[in-house]
């Protein structure tokens, strides 16, 4: 079965540093989305991304991250200067439907996410 | 702003006990309410999608609801291999395609 895959599985890095998460969807995807989870809260929405572009955003998603498609597989995040609160799970999640006037009501496939630890 | 409030916030039953968890939504238009397990350390498992009030779903022991204000997940004699966290999510129509989650219910079911 299809499924969306996440490299590293944990990334160590010091404050300031840049980091690139990355993510395959599974490979008839049209919509990707990523997410993070702070250990012991909720699950939150940080951006979405169609199209080449991005479609929504949260204000957690400021200046600081990023997204892009480089090649058509990969899905990634990068976060420029990360900061201690930067510490969480991060999961990328898509979904198959083509966007058609009214959004789709498709469930979003989850990946095994990233645990990315500032020091 | 959408909210989503779950509890418990854990529960413990023992094998064969059969409970309900709770998510209760406040969203502007409901697009869609999901429900996901989530096991310790791994990404949200897709278990649900109910669109509209009176909508119910099974799969196994689970048995997922909806009403105007809140949704029921169902465990009908529950086995040790369904301890996980239990997240419920909502979308609304004003919102795209994200997401908002609830805190979740971590469920311990003891053999």
């Known amino acids: 079965e299809p499924e969306v895959t996440q490299t590293p599985s944990h990334q160590v890095t010091q404050m300031g540093q840049e980091v690139i998460l990355r993510c395959v969807p599974i490979?008839?995807?049209?919509?990707f989305y990523w997410y993070r989870q702070i250990l012991g809260q909720k699950v939150e929405f940080l951006v979405s991304f169609y199209n080449n572009e991005i479609s929504e955003k949260s204000e957690i998603f400021d200046d600081q991250f990023s997204v892009e498609r480089p090649d058509g597989s990969n899905f990634t995040l990068k976060i420029r200067s990360t900061k201690l609160e930067d510490s969480a799970m991060y999961f990328c999640a898509s979904i198959p439907t083509r966007l058609a006037g009214t959004l789709s009501y498709n469930e979003q496939f989850f990946g095994p996410g990233t645990r990315l630890t500032v020091l | 702003e959408d909210q989503v409030t779950q509890s418990p916030e854990a529960l413990r039953l023992q094998e064969g006990e059969s409970s309900s968890l709770n998510c209760s939504y406040t969203?502007?238009?409901?697009?869609?309410l999901f429900w996901y397990r989530q096991d310790p350390g791994k990404g949200p498992e897709f278990l649900f999608t109910?669109?509209?009030a009176g909508e119910e779903k099974e799969k196994e022991r689970l048995k997922a609801t909806l009403t105007k204000k809140e949704s029921f997940l169902h465990i009908t004699a529950p086995k040790p291999e369904d301890s996980a966290t239990y997240l419920c999510a909502v979308q609304a129509h004003n919102a795209g395609n994200m997401l908002t989650f609830g805190g979740g219910t971590r469920l311990m079911v003891k053999p």
């Open positions: 969203v502007s238009g409901l697009r869609g």
């Open positions: 109910l669109y509209s």
């Open positions: 490979s008839n995807h049209l919509y």
